[in-house]
């Protein structure tokens, strides 16, 4: 009889030790099992061969015809559980499929397509100047202006480690943007490309998994964070692109940062990391440079057209001279998106919001629309008249008259992307006209609808920040941003950063080297630092002011947080139990809070919040190991909210 440690699939269980399992015969390392827990049978990897433990132990009732996972593999998941403190049956799911021992079944050996090396474009003198550097170190941060053709680069490390015989894994922040990057890399390389996402159904996810397991061939895996944990057996290079957005930070357990995962898996196969992005994070731009790793600047445009100038104007928004078309798209936008339209060109109309309506009041009393699990806003769409909560899911009919004072005097304050749509389709009749943002059922979402919008079968694009990412339209020339200090109004220490984030990315749709482009910016702040650099592309004005405002108030990269998060039924007694835990907590971090959480209410609870600051991250592990049940965490958060 033959005894093994299993690392089990499954959120129900809570442990952070392997389970033990026999078997008659013997299993190698990393196979992958079916095994019984409790009432039914769940996937699980084979971690370790040990003694008979004093307990019974069941028996393996399935062990899958699939090749082992990787050696690296199981250290990367070992890692992972070391150093994002969690269940071994979270940190299980984020390396093999829930119907993986269903679907066990190996592929025939993969007949790759010829390596298509001729549609390359030439490179520039700065692409080729950035690849010879990049060959030279294991770590860059690849700082390229939008445009500057930092996926060609991309493309020529993935054919290099081809070459070697080494994968590569290209990750990008949003599923929207895989088709771009799929049909790049694939014009190219074929069906070495290999796409995972999470809108593939169950069979197809298994089947490309399964291909990457089986098969020794090099690969290229495209995909979002969660294709860093992909079963690649001898790893050659890992691509971060648009490595300063928020998606790549996992906003439930195990809450891990794409980047450092990155880099644990760059050590362990001693492969290349490029972290490419227009716009770094203060934090990695300042490590970058104090561990004096290689920060690559890309200032030109790849494409080297005479139509590649951007005309910049900024509109303020307490000039309502300046407003008599429509409330929200000002008189020279209008104008700008007009004349594209007549030139066959495109626009896109780029606003930080959803739904119709933000704020739903009555004028007459103080009635205020809001969710009764989470005291919310609720968000009215149009095109159902429902009112939403985009936390909770509570959805309920928009009132007529106000239901506290019976008035009929109930106003719609702020706009979402639906009511810009509907605006735009008012002011531009004859326009073909499309809304993306995460509100869309799946065929009408950015992925499903690329082609269309690259080919020009659409006018005016309307949308939220899924807009902004790395998007290269050729018939784009216009970009109107309609309210560019929305995200600045957000009570955190990101805020400057992601406004400048994303305005720069939005202002990069254009200019490109296609089209001559124009970005109108509106703002009620024109002043604001964040803003004037964005319009500037000045990262190091922004760079600069920001770094020392981070080290005057002790946030990262200066210090390692951990946010603490208690829901109870009432805000005093969530006070109350925040108070508690603070006083038990060691007196060698600094601990700001207790204090309401942004969403004070949620799911019928409300929640306070602590967040603790420590230039050592080991005592931040360890007071996570020692938190009593009913207390959520977040280490290494991308935000405070």
Known sequence: MYFYEVWVRTNRYHGNKPLIYNSKQQIKIGKIVSVPLRQELVPGIVSSQTTRPKLTTKPITKVSNLPPLPD???????????YYPSPIG???QQFIPANVVSSSTPQDKLLLTKLNKSDLPKLTKEQSAALSRIMLCDTYLLHGRTGSGK???YLELALSEIGAGRS?????PEIGLTPQLEKEFSQILGNRVVVLHSTLTPKQRSERWIKLLSTDEPLVVIGPRSSIFSPLNNIGLIVIDEEHEPAYKQEQAPYYVTSRVAAKLRDIHSAKLVLGTATPLVSD?????????PIIRLESLAKQSLKASTELTIIDLRDRSLMSRSANLSDPLIAACEEAIAKGEQVMLYLNRRGTARLIICSDCD?????????????YHGDSHLLRCHVCGY?????????????PSVKYLSVGTKAIAAEVERLFPAARVKRFDSDNPKAERLEQNYDEIKSGGVDIIVGTQLLAKGLDLPKLSVVGVLLADSSLQLPDYTANERTFQLLSQVIGRVGRGHLNGEAIIQTYQPDSLAITAATKNDWDLFYSNEIKERKSFGFPPFTNLLKLTLSRASSKSAETAANKLKSSLPKDVHIDGPAPSFHEKQGGKYRWQLVIKSPSRSKLIEIIKTLPSGVSWDIDPSDLI
Do not use: E
């Open 367 to 379: 009635w205020q629309a809001s969710c009764p699990h989470c005291d919310l806003p609720l968000t």
């Open 151 to 153: 996926t060609r680069i």
């Open 168 to 172: 590569s894994i290209i990750l990008t």
């Open 72 to 82: 690296k593999t199981l250290v990367l998941m070992k890692w992972l559980r070391s």
């Open 285 to 293: 731009y300042f490590l970058a440079k104090s561990k004096s790793k």
């Open 395 to 407: 959805k309920s009919n928009a009132p007529i008259t106000c239901p506290k004072c019976g008035n």
């Open 90 to 92: 979270v940190i299980t």
